[in-house]
């Protein structure tokens, strides 16, 4: 074992350990230690992915592990007590140090990132995009929506409308994730970083709309989150492919279906409440 491996899963031991912990605290704490956790992500990565010297490295490579840490705390509020807490801080874990070990590929490859990694950036971009809008909400009171009219305070879920400032939170966070997983993104297809900030600051403000106007309609637990994971995925696919591509009728009929799709599950929803 070499001793990135051994820094890696270190860090990976350290992001875990904080994340176990923080289920027993409560309140606007929960928001001062998930900042000190991704400020500790970034600042360990940086040292891993540097080799002791990380004013070399670009910060976008932490973004991936750092979201994927803070956003673990949120969803940890969700899982209930017992054995679950256990297998979710394992998946957790793992979570982490496969975005630790990918970044750290991309950084060892002596040329542009290949197809196969950008899918696998992709990939974890939406994943960690999931887990920290199902996060966000966990930790903002009322967030997630119970379904039935009950309402876990300590969760953060409810079935009333949001409070205005309560839904600022929500939608700023959630473009601050969306801004940040699509300047990652964009890093990797823009010619200069003063692009890939102009296509994050899209990001940011499709999934800003989106998850004000989505929890709006109140969809229930974890829908809501997962349409907003959908919006973001779709923004990328517009953003991310070459204008020829964007003319070719599949990919229009494919992106169309998808955004159908995610019409027709807020219409089901809304109609069913």
Do not use: C, K
């Not at 106007?213 to 070459?242: E, K």
């Amino acid at each position: 074992m070499d001793a990135r491996t051994t820094e890696r899963r270190e860090l990976v031991l350290m992001a875990s350990t904080v994340i176990a912990l923080s289920r027993l605290l409560e309140g606007p704490v929960e928001w001062l230690v998930a900042a000190l956790l991704a400020a500790s992500v970034v600042t360990g990565s940086l040292w891993l992915f540097g080799e002791g010297h990380p004013r070399g490295i670009g910060v976008e490579s932490t973004i991936l592990p750092a979201l994927a840490a803070v956003a673990s705390i949120g969803v940890l509020r969700i899982v209930p007590d017992g054995l679950p807490i256990l297998v979710a801080v394992a998946l957790v874990a793992l979570l982490l140090d496969r975005t630790l070990a990918l970044e750290l590929h991309l950084l060892r490859r002596s040329g542009p990132a290949s197809a196969d990694d950008r899918t696998s950036i992709l990939a974890l971009a939406v994943l960690v995009s999931f887990l920290a809008f199902i996060g966000a909400a966990a930790l903002v009171q009322g967030g997630l929506v119970e379904p039935g009219g009950g309402v876990d305070p300590g969760a953060g879920r409810g079935t009333s409308p949001l409070s205005e400032s309560a839904l600022i939170v929500l939608a700023v966070t959630d473009a601050l994730v969306g801004g940040l997983l699509g300047f990652r993104l964009s890093v990797l297809r823009e010619r200069t970083r003063r692009g890939a900030l102009w296509s994050a600051g899209t990001y940011a403000a499709v999934v800003a709309i989106a998850a004000g106007a989505i929890r709006a309609v109140a969809l229930p637990r974890l829908l809501g989150p997962a349409i907003v994971t959908l919006v973001f995925f779709l923004w990328d696919a517009i953003r991310g492919s070459p204008p020829d591509q964007r003319r070719d009728p599949r990919w229009i009929w494919q992106t169309a279906l998808l955004g159908i799709l995610g019409i027709a599950v807020i219409a089901w929803n809304v109609a069913l409440r």
